[in-house]
């Protein structure tokens, strides 16, 4: 696949917003609990899309025909995945969190040789591999030694499970589901494609926030910081970044697409630095330098 400048805005947009997302997610994870900021996030992306999808929202019909797939793919990509990430950000910080993202790309290669009979070229192994020792290097806080008796940060834990929900949501794209491939599916535009995921994933993350008040009731502190993180959260990572990376990776792939998500905790370092004051320790610096090497490899 040939990347042009096009398709390389549309990969590079996401990590960008996704990066701002984990920065202020853990900048109001004191003001909002993780699955009510979820809820609250894809609820006011759901009413922002309603103008949009309406045509296809007056045609339930054609979502019941199809129920199975996209509710699939609305517990795993808005669901699963950034109910995670808010929780992972409790414990973690936002660098850690992009940077254990990083090891997407292996991710991307194994659900795909796994659940999709697509094998990995060499080139793409080699790329994963340094971007998993950039991971390994961020998870044992600069100590290579620590690996043989590393303690995990439940947010770290629980990052791993979250891009592994990712990486089989961005093959369902690329791999759709008999009812949504090209010639199979309505003639939905980009709104209503999207809304069709959302639906069935505001009905997950509502649930989620649902049992997060019972068994640990929070309260909401507003504030204007709050109501800007959700403005931002509701548009940004989730309406445009969605959109582009559907359409990314429907052009160039999964594997391809996976090795984009390690420019995240580059754009996370420098939003980090410039809201919360955390600069980086020497062991993101060399992370860094191993995930941009596991691009060029990958890419060459």
Same mark, same amino acid.
């Given at each position: 696949?040939? $990347?042009? !400048?096009?398709?390389? $805005?549309?990969?590079?947009?996401?990590?960008?917003?996704?990066?701002?997302?984990?920065?202020? @997610?853990?900048? +109001?994870?004191?003001?909002?609990?993780?699955?009510?900021?979820?809820?609250?996030?894809?609820?006011?992306?759901?009413?922002?899309?309603?103008?949009?999808?309406? !045509?296809?929202?007056?045609?339930?019909?054609? $979502? #019941?025909?199809?129920?199975?797939?996209?509710?699939?793919?609305?517990? #795993?990509?808005?669901?699963?995945?950034?109910? $995670?990430?808010?929780?992972?950000?409790?414990?973690?910080?936002?660098?850690?969190?992009? #940077?254990?993202?990083?090891?997407?790309?292996?991710? &991307?290669?194994? +659900?795909?040789?796994?659940?999709?009979?697509?094998? !990995?070229?060499?080139?793409?192994?080699?790329?994963?591999?340094?971007?998993?020792?950039? *991971?390994?290097?961020?998870?044992?806080?600069?100590?290579?030694?620590?690996?043989?008796?590393?303690?995990?940060?439940?947010?770290?834990?629980?990052?791993?499970?979250?891009?592994?929900?990712?990486?089989?949501?961005?093959? &369902?794209?690329?791999?759709?589901?008999?009812?949504?491939? !090209?010639?199979?599916?309505?003639?939905?535009?980009?709104?209503? %494609?999207?809304?069709?995921?959302?639906?069935?994933?505001? &009905?997950?993350?509502?649930?989620?926030?649902?049992?997060?008040?019972?068994?640990?009731?929070?309260?909401?502190?507003?504030?204007?910081?709050?109501?800007? *993180? #959700?403005?931002?959260?509701?548009?940004?990572?989730?309406?445009?970044?969605?959109?582009?990376?559907?359409? @990314?990776?429907?052009?160039?792939?999964?594997?391809?697409?996976?090795?984009?998500?390690?420019?995240?905790?580059?754009?996370?370092?420098?939003? %980090?630095?410039?809201?919360?004051?955390?600069?980086?320790?020497?062991?993101? @610096?060399?992370?860094? +330098?191993?995930?941009?090497?596991?691009? *060029?490899? %990958? %890419?060459?």
């Amino acid at each position: 696949m040939k $990347l042009t !400048p096009r398709l390389a $805005l549309l990969l590079t947009l996401p990590p960008l917003l996704w990066a701002g997302n984990a920065v202020v @997610g853990r900048l +109001v994870r004191d003001a909002i609990p993780p699955m009510t900021l979820n809820a609250v996030r894809w609820g006011l992306a759901w009413l922002l899309l309603v103008p949009l999808a309406w !045509p296809m929202l007056r045609h339930p019909g054609d $979502l #019941l025909k199809r129920w199975r797939s996209l509710a699939w793919l609305g517990f #795993l990509g808005m669901g699963c995945y950034n109910s $995670l990430q808010y929780l992972a950000l409790h414990t973690s910080s936002p660098l850690n969190v992009t #940077l254990i993202t990083a090891s997407m790309p292996v991710w &991307m290669l194994g +659900v795909g040789a796994v659940f999709y009979g697509v094998r !990995p070229k060499r080139k793409q192994l080699a790329g994963a591999v340094l971007s998993l020792v950039g *991971v390994a290097l961020v998870i044992a806080r600069g100590n290579p030694a620590a690996l043989l008796a590393v303690h995990f940060v439940p947010g770290d834990l629980l990052m791993l499970v979250a891009i592994f929900t990712w990486a089989i949501y961005s093959w &369902m794209l690329a791999r759709a589901a008999p009812g949504l491939r !090209p010639g199979e599916k309505p003639d939905w535009n980009w709104a209503e %494609s999207l809304m069709s995921q959302l639906v069935f994933g505001v &009905m997950f993350s509502g649930v989620a926030a649902g049992v997060e008040q019972v068994v640990a009731p929070a309260p909401i502190h507003w504030s204007p910081t709050l109501i800007a *993180v #959700l403005a931002y959260v509701a548009v940004a990572p989730s309406l445009i970044a969605y959109r582009c990376w559907g359409v @990314g990776v429907a052009e160039a792939g999964p594997a391809l697409a996976g090795f984009f998500v390690n420019l995240t905790p580059v754009f996370a370092a420098i939003i %980090s630095a410039a809201l919360l004051g955390q600069v980086p320790a020497w062991y993101h @610096g060399a992370a860094f +330098v191993l995930i941009a090497a596991g691009i *060029v490899v %990958s %890419s060459s």
